[in-house]
Nanobody, 111 residues
Framework: QVQLVESGGGLVQAGGSLRLSCAAS????????LGWYRQAPGKQREWVAT???????NYADSVKGRITISRDNAENTVYLQLNSLKPEDTAVYYC?????WGRGTQVTVSS
């Protein structure tokens, strides 16, 4: 079955950290580009970060320096480390690859 499954979201206070996971099946993460997007209430989905098949990472300016995307080839999983979280980081975070989108994981940051 080809799918992306996110986990790791939750409620955290401002300044806190979370690590989101995207477990992939049906594709090999080391051979594909995977990315994270997020969608806040009432807003459009926005790109957050991408890791290419070669391992190159790119970040949106709004999160650069606070968020790190990485992958574990053995686990076939991509991670998104969120640090120094702000209330404006509150959103549903989605993992994506050419096969489609995961269902998302909710991140809520309280002030």
């Amino acid at each position: 079955q080809v799918q992306l499954v996110e986990s790791g979201g939750g409620l955290v206070q401002a300044g806190g950290s979370l690590r989101l996971s995207c477990a992939a099946s049906g594709i090999i993460v080391s051979s594909n580009a995977l990315g994270w997007y997020r969608q806040a209430p009432g807003k459009q989905r926005e790109w957050v970060a991408t890791v290419s098949s070669s391992g190159t990472t790119n970040y949106a300016d709004s999160v650069k320096g606070r968020i790190t995307i990485s992958r574990d080839n053995a686990e076939n999983t991509v991670y998104l480390q969120l640090n120094s979280l702000k209330p404006e980081d509150t959103a549903v975070y989605y993992c994506t690859a050419w096969i489609g989108w995961g269902r998302g994981t909710q991140v809520t940051v309280s002030s």
